[in-house]
């Protein structure tokens, strides 16, 4: 069945080899490299009809290197993701998931956390051009967007990380709420037109700051939002140890309790994640579609592992 899935880190991964700062691995081969979760193998094994790049800048980057490390990671979609493997299609708009062929497999970039662009909307201008196409204002640290979901604070959105929501809206951009506190989640239900939690679990099952709350599940889902699944075990299970493919399931089970049947879908943060038995890389995707066959339907798996997105996305 094919997936597509919201969110990795491979251009992190990519970007710290090219850099000498990978266990001295020296540069990463997107095609088959073994440290890739997210590999082009891998993705063709998992059945990937597309996968969500995400640009993250360790908050340990000095302020003024982050918009060069943004630009980096951007490079080596191009030349490493796209560049040398012509399976790879750059997702530029939302109607090109129409005209991916068969063997292709989409290639979209987002943003994870806004410190790249300071206070400047022409960066944020510059990555739309760029082809980014959602954007979660913050990572775990407070910027000049919002608060993160470990910022003891706990502020909600600043006057420009409302702007940066309003530009979203403008530009038909996803607005990222998974990483943000409490205050700034509802800040942008307030706000955003096109919301997800691109990889985000359930409070209920895992008491995580950065996992979802019934009431706001309730808000993504009346406001046409979905949420896609993650399998970094610490969201998934509190005794992340032991986190297994029916954790994953359980908090499924939940969302679609609360009536997201038609809103979940899969954002493993794969290359950004621990991984656990079962989901050690994407290669073996079909091992949680073959679990999820065991209690839904085979549309409503369908749904999970693709159509959700394809229903909602923005136009």
Not at 56 to 79: G, S
Not at 112 to 117: K, Q, S
Request: glycine fraction near 8%; include cysteine.
């Amino acid at each position: 069945m094919k997936i597509i899935d919201t969110h990795c880190d491979a251009l992190l991964k990519l970007q710290l080899a090219k850099r000498g700062k990978f266990f001295n691995e020296g540069a990463l081969d997107f095609k088959n490299s073994k440290h890739l979760h997210t590999n082009l193998n891998n993705l063709k094994a998992g059945q990937s009809m597309a996968q969500f790049f995400a640009i993250f800048i360790d908050p340990d980057v000095p302020a003024e290197e982050k918009w060069q490390h943004a630009l980096e990671q951007v490079d080596l979609f191009y030349t490493e993701v796209l560049g040398k493997n012509p399976e790879m299609k750059h997702i530029k708009s939302w109607k090109d998931f129409d005209v991916l062929q068969e063997g292709e497999i989409g290639a979209v970039l987002t943003l994870e956390g806004a410190d790249a662009i300071g206070n400047d909307l022409g960066k944020l201008r510059h990555l739309y051009r760029l082809g980014v196409l959602s954007i979660g204002l913050t990572w775990n640290n407070a910027n000049l967007c919002a608060d993160g979901a470990e910022e003891p604070r706990g502020g909600g959105l600043t006057l420009l990380g409302k702007e940066v929501v309003k530009q979203n809206n403008e530009n038909h951009v996803y607005t990222d709420v998974s990483h943000l506190t409490d205050k700034g989640f509802w800040d942008v239900i307030a706000l955003a037109k096109y919301p997800i939690a691109s990889h985000s679990n359930t409070r209920t099952h895992c008491n995580h700051p950065r996992n979802l709350d019934d009431e706001q599940i309730k808000a993504m889902f009346a406001n046409n939002g979905n949420i896609h699944v993650v399998f970094h075990p610490p969201f998934v299970n509190p005794d992340s140890k032991h986190a297994s493919i029916s954790d994953v399931v359980k908090h499924i089970d939940h969302l679609c309790s609360l009536g997201g049947v038609k809103k979940v879908g899969f954002g493993s943060d794969f290359d950004g994640t621990s991984s656990f038995t079962g989901l050690e890389d994407y290669s073996q995707y079909q091992n949680l579609v073959d679990e999820l066959l065991n209690h839904y339907s085979d549309d409503e798996v369908k749904g999970f592992a693709y159509q959700n997105f394809l229903d909602n996305r923005p136009q």
